[in-house]
């Protein structure tokens, strides 16, 4: 009888062998051609919101994305799509809808619904616009913000200020924070040369490399773009500045400025994010930064 099990246990491993190699592997992840169920919660009190009066927000959701919604008294959404991409896009358009503009937050696909001779009006949500000036669209000097967008078109934007219930916007920003390198030959590039301003080269661009005298190309409600290789900016947030809180960055650093900082994070590529700080650099930490050398020039 032992002889027989262990004989029988054999011939089941190779049978199983052999269904193996005609069985595909299970998949990791449903079939592009299955529709897709997601959940998600909001306040009660904006139900009224997503739904608009007589449902028309609900069905703009709906026929923008292509996403079916039902919702619940207790603030439960149910949304039913083709695919990730449209429930994802679906999430956007009711936490735009549900949250109110604040500074740093970016709106990706955002639509241009005015354009007069200073700038371009983007909705950020029905019945949220930002403006959008014409010294925002980008690094270098744009002569009239029609040569470049159109009522209709989309841009991604980040919010700059919120100034008695008007909402700045800028495109440069986003540009900026996505590493995207300024126009060959452009103003910003010329303007540099004679700035005085330092730069590291790419091999020196690592986590821990201090750079002296890196130019402040823009300045932002939550910090500053500062250039730290050529094409390439780091971010230096207002909570970066100083080893004490700063309020506005503003206040203590203006577009143009040299300072010194010390690169905390390298993303990989291009367009990679970085990071940079002032207030670690090793003279403030060993000196506290007292006499607040290593700023601005």
Same mark, same amino acid.
Request: glycine share 10%; charged share 30%.
């Given at each position: 009888?032992?002889?027989?099990?262990?004989?029988?246990?054999?011939?089941?491993?190779?049978?199983?062998?052999?269904?193996?190699?005609?069985?595909?592997?299970?998949?990791?992840?449903?079939?592009?051609?299955?529709?897709?169920?997601?959940?998600?919660?909001?306040?009660?009190? %904006?139900?009224?919101?997503?739904?608009?009066?007589?449902?028309?927000?609900?069905?703009?959701?709906?026929?923008?994305?292509?996403?079916?919604?039902?919702?619940?008294?207790?603030?439960?959404?149910?949304?039913?799509?083709?695919?990730?991409?449209?429930?994802?896009?679906?999430?956007?358009?009711?936490?735009?809808?549900?949250? $109110?503009?604040?500074?740093?937050?970016?709106?990706?696909?955002?639509?241009?619904?005015?354009?007069?001779?200073?700038?371009?009006?983007?909705?950020?949500?029905?019945?949220? $616009?930002?403006?959008?000036?014409?010294?925002?669209?980008?690094?270098?000097?744009?002569?009239?913000?029609?040569?470049?967008?159109?009522?209709?078109?989309?841009?991604?934007?980040?919010?700059?200020?919120?100034?008695?219930? %008007?909402?700045?916007?800028?495109?440069?920003?986003?540009?900026?924070?996505?590493?995207? %390198?300024?126009?060959?030959?452009?103003?910003?590039?010329?303007?540099?040369?004679?700035?005085?301003?330092?730069?590291?080269?790419?091999?020196?661009?690592?986590?821990?490399?201090?750079?002296?005298?890196?130019?402040?190309?823009?300045?932002?409600?939550?910090?500053?773009?500062?250039?730290?290789? %050529?094409?390439?900016?780091?971010?230096?947030?207002?909570?970066?500045?100083?080893?004490?809180?700063?309020?506005?960055?503003?206040?203590?650093?203006?577009?143009?400025?040299?300072?010194?900082?010390?690169?905390? $994070?390298?993303?990989?590529?291009?367009?990679?994010?970085?990071?940079?700080?002032?207030?670690?650099?090793?003279?403030?930490?060993?000196?506290?930064?007292?006499?607040? $050398?290593?700023?601005?020039?």
């Amino acid at each position: 009888m032992a002889k027989a099990l262990a004989q029988a246990k054999e011939g089941r491993k190779h049978i199983l062998d052999e269904m193996r190699k005609c069985s595909p592997p299970p998949r990791t992840e449903l079939s592009p051609y299955s529709p897709r169920i997601a959940f998600m919660s909001i306040p009660v009190d %904006k139900i009224g919101t997503v739904i608009g009066a007589g449902g028309r927000t609900a069905r703009a959701i709906q026929e923008e994305t292509n996403v079916e919604l039902n919702v619940n008294q207790d603030g439960e959404l149910q949304l039913k799509g083709p695919d990730d991409a449209s429930l994802e896009l679906a999430r956007e358009v009711i936490l735009n809808l549900i949250t $109110d503009p604040e500074p740093g937050r970016v709106y990706r696909n955002a639509k241009v619904v005015q354009v007069t001779n200073f700038g371009a009006f983007v909705e950020l949500a029905p019945k949220k $616009d930002g403006l959008l000036h014409v010294s925002e669209w980008d690094y270098g000097r744009t002569a009239a913000i029609s040569d470049v967008v159109a009522v209709g078109d989309t841009v991604d934007v980040m919010v700059l200020e919120l100034a008695g219930g %008007k909402v700045k916007l800028s495109r440069k920003a986003v540009l900026e924070l996505d590493g995207v %390198k300024p126009p060959e030959g452009s103003d910003v590039e010329s303007s540099e040369a004679d700035s005085g301003a330092n730069v590291l080269t790419k091999e020196e661009l690592v986590p821990g490399a201090v750079l002296r005298g890196a130019l402040v190309k823009s300045v932002v409600a939550y910090g500053a773009f500062v250039q730290v290789a %050529k094409g390439r900016d780091a971010l230096l947030h207002v909570s970066e500045w100083d080893t004490e809180r700063t309020e506005n960055i503003s206040d203590v650093c203006k577009e143009g400025d040299l300072v010194d900082v010390i690169i905390l $994070d390298v993303e990989e590529g291009n367009r990679g994010k970085i990071r940079a700080s002032r207030k670690r650099l090793p003279s403030n930490e060993e000196n506290g930064d007292e006499n607040g $050398d290593g700023g601005e020039d």
